[in-house]
């Protein structure tokens, strides 16, 4: 069952977050975490780092990498990763995994999946939507239940994503990317969607079919998701979901 909580603001959001995870943490140290990049879970991330929490037990598996970049660029996930989450919350960064993008990314992929079974799976799974409703960048069309894989990003995820490179041309054509089969396996899912651009995704998620052409439709699948939204992400939903 899809848990929708629409939050005051994005402030808010990234509290409501932070105190699930928090919680979970609080109820198993060892906690596997997976973390979605993007500007979406960046309150979360913050609000944990003020929390000071102990998290030196907890492991974390990134969504997805981008394939094509040097090793060293600073938006490779794995830097993004390093940046973002594993300093500000003081993880360790030996239990902190990103698809390894400098190989065979068949093979990595491969890897990474083994490397979540192998880890227990993960027990929490924070993510954000894409404006064309993908998770980890499982672009519309992605299969419902594939494992970690190679993939291509869409023409409008690019579009998204190069305010992050100097141009479009440097963004990256493709990524190692869990899969949403990866993604359900999760024991629990936490959504984060913000601001009106996502707000037509986000009502297709939860109200739409379960459809690959809305990847994020594929929740509804999971037994315990829960989508946190401020009131612009949450202007397109159908009012009863809302009010309720
Ligand atoms: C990031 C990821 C993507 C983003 C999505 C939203 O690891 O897998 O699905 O969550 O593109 O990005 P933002 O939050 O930047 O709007």
């Known amino acids: 069952m899809t848990r929708l909580i629409v939050l005051a603001n994005a ?6 977050g932070a105190d699930l995870i928090e919680a979970a943490v609080a109820a198993d140290p060892a906690l596997v975490l997976g973390v979605a990049t993007g ?6 991330w913050a609000a944990l780092a003020r929390r000071r929490l102990d998290v030196s037990r907890v492991s974390a598996f990134a969504l997805d990498e981008y394939l094509g970049l ?6 490779s996930y794995r830097a993004v ?3 973002d989450i594993i300093r500000p919350l003081g993880l360790d960064p030996a239990r902190v995994r990103t698809p390894d993008a400098q190989g065979d990314p068949e093979a990595a992929a491969r890897d990474y999946e083994a490397a979540i079974v192998d880890a227990g799976g993960v027990d929490l799974q924070v993510l ?6 993908h998770i980890g960048f499982n672009e519309p069309g992605s299969s419902l239940a594939a494992p970690t894989h190679v993939a291509e990003l869409s023409a409008e995820t690019r579009r998204d994503n190069a305010r992050y490179f ?3 041309e440097d963004m990256p054509t493709r990524c190692i990317t869990q899969g949403i089969g990866t993604i359900l396996r999760a024991r629990r899912l936490v959504l984060i969607a913000l601001g009106e651009a996502k707000a037509q995704a986000v009502a297709a998620a939860i109200d739409g079919p379960v459809t690959s052409s809305l990847p ?9 998701a829960t989508v946190l939204v401020d009131p612009a992400a949450a202007s397109c939903l159908a009012r009863h979901r809302v009010a309720s």
């Open 128 to 133: 954000g939507i894409g404006r064309n409703g």
């Open 11 to 16: 402030a808010a959001a990234g509290e409501t």
């Open 216 to 224: 994020a439709s594929a929740l509804q699948l999971h037994p315990d």
């Open 70 to 75: 040097p090793p060293d660029h600073p938006e």
């Open 81 to 83: 990763v390093a940046r």
């Open 39 to 44: 500007s979406s879970p960046l309150g979360i």
């Open 166 to 168: 100097s141009s479009l």
